[in-house]
């Protein structure tokens, strides 16, 4: 009423009044009534802005990745970012003299492109797209080293990686070779699977001809004592008749020293009965027949004399006229001869 305007600002605003020129009034949620011909607002605000992105960068093998994020900032310091843009109300007061503003948000993103495009172009596709963390930690840590947000007072709250894509050919290629390398590691356990299943086998087979290789061993071990206690027996069963044979040669020879010495004795008595055989014959041709005779005769048995008596009947039974011989005296003779 009457060009004198009403003005009321939030608390998220600073608000500077300049009147001709100079600076009247300055703070944030200021209210006042101001002469629209000689009064000029300006109002920064002071609330967190939100500023999204998505930039279509190259990475070092001349792949397009994109990058999707947000960025938090804050003007902290008005007066600088006043001096620096044009924050200038219309006479309105509702809309901005100039661009300056808006251009606030962009200044921001392309600060944060900077960084971004930096360490993009410096991987490669595969080191891009993993990139998401270390791009937040790299943003924070040169956003804060810069100082062209620090001159316009800026002052950058949180940022966000939400996406790092390729194209969409790309994609599918990766997905293809992704999905050949999954395939890949299936054959590839499959085949593990497979070979251990064989190496399993094979060391059943081995531990089976290990046993039996055991058992042929302990047979074979088992066959050979036998056999050296079938030798053992046989050399002692052959020692024993060694034995057994030199005994009874040493007893042959024994036996053939008895009969040598026998015989030796045999033919001294033989040579000693011949020798007295001799000798006796001797004296019996010395000796007379009748003698001889009374010899014999004193030596025989009654029955002998009885032979002899009727000898010489015969031979001088010319001489004899006639002889009587009684039964009874044979009888009598048979009787001592059975005795």
Wanted: overall charge neutral; proline content about 3%.
């Amino acid at each position: 009423m009457f060009g004198i305007p009403y003005f009321k600002a939030d608390s998220s605003t600073f608000v500077f009044k300049t009147v001709k020129g100079r600076v009247r009034q300055k703070g944030k949620g200021l209210s006042f009534f101001y002469n629209a011909a000689t009064t000029s607002i300006a109002t920064v605000p002071v609330n967190a802005q939100e500023a999204p992105f998505i930039f279509n960068l190259q990475s070092a093998d001349f792949q397009t990745i994109q990058v999707q994020g947000q960025i938090s900032y804050r003007i902290i310091d008005p007066e600088r970012t006043a001096e620096m843009l044009n924050f200038t109300l219309k006479a309105d007061g509702k809309s901005y003299v100039s661009e300056d503003p808006l251009t606030l948000s962009d200044r921001v993103i392309r600060s944060v492109q900077t960084i971004i495009q930096n360490k993009v172009q410096a991987s490669s596709l595969r080191q891009a797209l993993k990139l998401g963390q270390t791009l937040v930690q790299i943003i924070k840590t040169e956003l804060y080293e810069q100082t062209a947000l620090s001159d316009l007072g800026v002052s950058i709250l949180d940022t966000s990686i939400t996406a790092i894509s390729p194209t969409k050919d790309t994609s599918r290629a990766l997905e293809a070779e992704v999905r050949e390398s999954i395939l890949k590691e299936s054959d590839d356990a499959i085949y593990a699977r497979r070979k251990s299943a064989v190496e399993q086998e094979l060391t059943i087979k081995e531990a089976e001809l290990q046993t039996a290789l055991t058992v042929q061993t302990k047979e074979q071990e088992i066959a050979e004592s036998r056999m050296q206690n079938e030798r053992t027996l046989l050399r002692a069963k052959a020692e024993t008749a060694r034995e057994r044979l030199e005994g009874e040669i040493a007893a042959e020879q024994q036996r053939k020293g008895l009969v040598v010495l026998s015989v030796e004795n045999r033919k001294q008595e033989a040579d000693a009965e011949a020798y007295a055989t001799t000798q006796q014959m001797k004296a019996f041709r010395e000796l007379p027949v009748e003698n001889l005779k009374a010899l014999a005769l004193a030596n025989m048995q009654p029955e002998q004399l009885m032979a002899v008596a009727f000898e010489a009947l015969a031979q001088n039974a010319a001489k004899i006229g006639e002889l009587n011989i009684s039964p009874d005296m044979f009888s009598q003779m048979m009787k001592k001869a059975a005795r």
